[in-house]
């Protein structure tokens, strides 16, 4: 990292940042009684947990959108409804504190999908949507994902 990133502008990069200078300090042989790899483990982590958070709940947001696009039920979609709310303020929060997750989308989005897609279809069976439906591949764009006014038409004309 060229410069020091700020515990208070974006958490997970100062966590990797943290993390690479308590390794360096290892290195230099400080003099210090400090457990420095696992003080370094430690920072690193709460980094990865703001990034699993993220995964968490794109793949929340993501199977209650393919629930609202392939189910014919009607009740359940208020519920649905306001999950993708909820995980999408979540979702958003998340890039607030940690902008520099925003360049790894991408990467989080995959392993999102498939949990989102394998929860939903679970679901969805009993309503008699086949995994085949689904698209293997996500088929919604980042920002329609978390724009709080995007909603997917559904099969069925359930509105």
Request: aromatic share 6%; hydrophobic share 40%; with cysteine.
């Amino acid at each position: 990292m060229g410069h020091t990133a700020r515990y208070d502008e974006d958490f997970y990069a100062w966590t990797v940042d943290q993390a690479a200078r308590l390794r360096e300090a290892a290195s230099s042989g400080a003099n210090l009684p400090v457990d420095w790899e696992n003080l370094a483990e430690e920072v690193e982590s709460m980094g990865r947990s703001d990034r699993r958070a993220l995964g968490n709940q794109l793949a929340r947001v993501l199977e209650h959108l393919l629930k609202l696009e392939h189910s014919p039920a009607r009740l359940p979609r208020r519920g649905w409804k306001l999950s993708v709310v909820d995980g999408r303020r979540a979702a958003i929060d998340i890039l607030n504190d940690s902008p520099s997750l925003r360049a790894k989308l991408d990467e989080i989005l995959d392993p999102a999908w498939a949990r989102g897609r394998k929860d939903a279809t679970g679901s969805l069976k009993t309503d008699t949507i086949s995994d085949d439906a689904v698209p293997a591949d996500c088929p919604y764009t980042i920002g329609q994902i978390l724009d709080e006014d995007w909603w997917p038409a559904n099969r069925h004309g359930v509105a």
